[in-house]
């Protein structure tokens, strides 16, 4: 693909790393990027997707799939000139490759302008299928959107991390690859994405500052991919990594919302600025958003075809029956994460700052018209303020919601905090056994 033809500036070229890139929901994400920059951005813009996957062939196919993608979609040649790609190979269950891969972004980019972690697994290892198909029947739209019936694994861990280690700490293989390894690598990007954001906003970086005393003007943006299915049921602070439950999907969805969701509060700001220290010396810090992709039909869980048939029907009948959240194909459940990657810094602010921060998420009508819309977290609500359920809605909720009470947040908000102690603690022992391989 050729290189955009303008200088690659931060005012000029938009930045944006996307993990798992080749299949499902993340190459879904890389077109409608593509697609959605073309037609809102200026000429005078481009656009470079930084892509990793786990293997060179699986690079090469990505690749070739957007290369021809971009010649379906451009209007023109040059219109074509203004998207380019570059891909890393990138495994997140193994931490000495997530250190590597963010080594050679960084000698290769002077700035990033967003991240989105999109790269998980499932770890499923089937269903219950007399509950599913039960559930479906009685409660179509509950089961097929807030699902009871997967079986999970149990005790999953990374292979060894580092040769010869004696008493290496277990690692959970579906804590890694969802949430870890991603947490390793951002903190590694911090200060790529601190010089980064030059291009929202038009390419204005004024640096002025909103009421709540963030930066209006451009920076750049953590973006998690997360999960409409995060039951606070599912995770326990005593067992971050899941691996004492069945549950490690919903368990790391459910902490990566925490995480995010909890970026802003005072009582973690000392976890979150160890979290960027690479960014201790710029005049701002990136800034953490969550977005999930609605009900989506992937091979996150493969199913035999007459299976995923039945699974599609099931969705589109939940769609039919009111669901706002059964989007079916990657290409609609992408509009959040490719909305919170494209949207002006301001529209973003002014949206948080007014109603608190939220989950945001991929959502539809009757008839499949995609937008994005704000989701209740449990603990948090809509924003992490008593009473908005008045003004958002109680329709399209988990069946047993209640609305949130001040005491719910103030928990949710402790839990948060604990979260991001744990978390730092986790990482700065990990990079440590990883800067002692390389002193060795």
């Keep these: 693909m050729p290189s955009p033809s303008s200088p690659s500036t931060p005012e000029t070229t938009l ?3 996307i993990t798992g890139a080749n299949t499902g929901l993340g190459l879904a994400i890389c ?3 593509i697609d959605e920059f073309l037609h809102s951005r200026p000429a005078s813009q481009t656009l470079h997707l930084l892509l990793t996957t786990r293997s060179s062939q699986k690079s090469s196919q990505t690749l070739s799939s957007l290369r021809t ?3 379906c979609t451009a209007s023109s040649k040059s219109q074509s000139h203004r998207i380019s790609l570059s891909s890393y190979e990138l495994d997140l269950c193994s931490l000495p490759q997530v250190k590597a891969a963010a080594r050679k972004i960084c000698t290769e980019h002077e700035y990033l302008d967003a991240t989105i972690c999109n790269a998980g697994i499932a770890g499923w290892l089937g269903l219950d299928w007399w509950r599913a198909v039960w559930d479906v029947i009685t409660e179509p739209v509950q089961s097929t959107t807030w699902p009871r019936f997967n079986i999970g694994s149990l005790g999953w861990v990374t292979k ?3 040769e010869g280690e004696r008493e290496e700490p277990r690692l959970g293989q579906v804590f890694c690859a969802n949430l870890f390894g991603h947490w390793i690598l951002a903190s590694l990007l911090g200060e790529l994405l601190a010089r980064g954001g030059g291009a929202f906003d038009g390419g ?4 002025g500052r909103g009421r709540e005393g963030r930066r209006s003007g451009g920076r750049g943006r953590l973006i998690w991919t997360s999960s409409i299915n995060t039951p606070a049921t599912s995770f326990s602070a005593r067992d971050l990594q899941c691996l004492d439950s069945r549950e490690g999907y919903d368990s790391s969805k459910r902490l990566t919302d925490i995480l995010a969701l909890a970026s802003t509060q005072p009582g973690a700001d000392r976890f979150v600025s160890s979290f960027w220290s690479s960014t201790a010396g710029s005049s701002s810090r990136p800034e953490m958003y969550v977005a999930h992709p609605g009900v989506v039909s992937t091979e996150i869980m493969p199913l035999p075809y007459p299976l995923l048939k039945a699974k599609e029907s099931s969705f589109w009948f939940a769609r039919w ?3 706002p959240w059964h989007t079916i194909t990657p290409h609609k459940g992408a509009v959040s994460a490719v909305w919170l990657a494209l949207a002006p810094q301001t529209t973003l602010d002014e949206l ?3 109603d608190g921060k939220g989950k945001w998420g991929s959502a539809t009508d009757f008839w499949g018209e995609e937008r994005v819309r704000r989701t209740e977290v449990e603990g948090w609500g809509f924003g992490g303020k008593v009473g908005a359920e008045a003004k958002f809605g109680r329709k399209a909720r988990r069946k047993g919601t209640g609305d949130l009470t001040q005491k719910e947040l103030e928990e949710f908000q402790d839990l948060g905090v604990e979260c991001w102690r744990a ?5 700065v022992d990990w990079m440590e056994k990883l800067n002692g391989i390389e002193r060795e």
């Design 352 to 354: 948080e700052e007014r």
């Design 31 to 33: 077109k409608r990027m």
């Design 69 to 71: 993608h971009i010649a």
């Design 15 to 17: 930045r944006i790393l």
């Design 160 to 162: 060894r991390q580092i």
């Design 423 to 427: 978390m730092e603690q986790l990482r």
């Design 204 to 207: 204005e970086n004024t640096g």
């Design 321 to 323: 029956l009111g669901s």
